[in-house]
């Protein structure tokens, strides 16, 4: 297996290797490489929902999907799409899986399916290296911060999809959740300090006024899609991306109107998440 650097700060790309049959050793090679890189890329692979869901049991549980509809035949796997004809697309903004879960998700590997001539590309960012970039003073304070997290805006009754013409890509019973985590985690593999808020779930901190909460949160956000914590995965067939929740955020690109552009995410199960600052 060969492991090079994607960007500078941003990612891996692994190739010589066959992500539908993994040995032992592969498998643990690549463990590794999830644990400290947190977001790997792999091109040319041939994986069908089968082997996507083998390769998912082998980091760990799957979290069956409760947002989106799923595959025929494979409850686990969310089927992220959009038509030719509608305008919204799935992940069009920054944001990590699940962090609206108490147990937030460990990773999420997406199978590239059906892509667009040109566009569709996903953005990542490494969060890792964005709270590496913050000052000391802001890494303290941060530390003792408490954030919540939630999806009901965007997913519950009256929220930010059902106005879009993405309802119908919506499960029947959606289900909403909400969970509160540290601003800065210790992450569970790596016991490294991690940036953990995101655009798309953080709704504001406790004990702290919504409006000094989002000031504070739209700096992070600026801050944590600087140029050079970022990078851009382009889809090709094959293409396949491995990432960690806890360490990265994603955004997927709309820039293919009038296109289809299908991917298969499969989301695994992650753990409750510790601060710096105990007890
Ligand atoms: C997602 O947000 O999980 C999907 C990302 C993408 O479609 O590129």
Redesign the pocket.
């Known amino acids: 297996m060969k492991i090079t650097a994607f960007t500078n700060n941003c990612g891996v790309l692994i190739e010589e290797i066959d992500l539908a049959n993994l040995t032992d050793s592969d498998f643990e090679s690549l463990q590794q490489a999830f644990v400290e890189h947190g977001l790997l890329f792999f091109r040319d692979q041939s994986l069908s929902p089968k082997q996507h869901k083998s390769l998912a049991n082998k980091f760990g549980d799957i979290v069956v999907n409760k947002i989106f509809k799923t595959l025929e035949g494979f409850p686990e796997i969310a089927v ?1 799409s959009k038509e030719k004809q509608q305008t919204t697309n ?2 069009g903004g920054w ?1 990590t ?1 699940h962090s609206y879960d108490e147990e937030p998700a460990m990773a ?1 590997i ?1 199978v590239a399916r059906e892509l667009p001539s040109s566009g569709g590309a ?1 953005k990542f960012a490494n969060m890792y290296a964005a709270y590496e970039g913050l000052s000391e003073g802001l890494k303290s304070t941060l530390s003792l911060i408490t954030a919540k997290h939630s999806n009901e805006h965007l997913y519950g009754k009256g929220g930010y999809f059902s106005n879009t013409d993405l309802s119908d890509k919506l499960a029947e019973n959606v289900q909403v959740s909400s969970a509160m985590h540290p601003v800065i985690v210790i992450h569970p593999e790596s016991h490294k300090p991690v940036l953990y808020v995101n655009k798309a779930h953080t709704i504001g901190f406790d004990n702290w006024h919504d409006d000094e909460a989002f000031a504070l949160l739209n700096f992070l956000y600026e801050h944590g899609s600087k140029p050079e914590y970022t990078c851009e995965f382009d889809w090709q067939p094959g293409s396949v991306a491995i990432w960690d929740n806890r360490s990265t955020w ?1 955004f ?1 690109n709309n820039d293919y109107q009038g296109e289809m552009r299908t ?1 298969h ?1 499969i989301t695994i199960k992650g753990s409750s998440l510790a601060g710096p600052v105990c007890g």
């Open positions: 992220v799935i992940g944001h899986d999420s997406l996903t994603h997927a991917l995410r």
